[in-house]
Nanobody, 121 residues
Framework: VQLQASGGGSVQPGGSLRLSCAASGSIFDINAMGWYRQVPGKRRELVASITSGGNTNYAYPVKGRFTISRDDAKKAVYLQMNSLKSEDTAVYYC????????????????WGQGTLVTVSS
């Protein structure tokens, strides 16, 4: 199983970016999905998450600016980032709880490889 993240890049303050993350492999279903970010010297922190039922949760610094969504048919999660600020600069990681068989109740947690977002003038 792989989680492939894309969409990072450099943008000026006030700009927008859309991150994408797609899971590949023999997957039965995916429960919660989310985006985290990390800057050097700091802990990885939750940015946003979305349940299989579509319930969302956002970290306070990004509320009203970021939107998380998912496409279960594509096994993908997205993060639309608007009104970007310099403090949003970080490596962004996608995360997912994945189940491989209908016969199992166990979900395994996976991380994507990270994509760098740089917000600078």
């Amino acid at each position: 199983v792989q989680l492939q993240a894309s969409g990072g890049g450099s943008v000026q303050p006030g700009g927008s970016l859309r991150l994408s993350c797609a899971a590949s492999g023999s997957i039965f279903d995916i429960n919660a999905m989310g985006w985290y970010r990390q800057v050097p010297g700091k802990r990885r922190e939750l940015v946003a998450s979305i349940t299989s039922g579509g319930n969302t949760n956002y970290a306070y610094p990004v509320k009203g600016r970021f939107t998380i969504s998912r496409d279960d048919a594509k096994k993908a999660v997205y993060l639309q980032m608007n009104s970007l600020k310099s403090e949003d600069t970080a490596v962004y990681y996608c995360n997912a709880d994945i189940r491989f068989s209908a016969a199992s109740r166990t979900y395994f947690n996976y991380w994507g490889q990270g994509t760098l977002v740089t917000v600078s003038s």
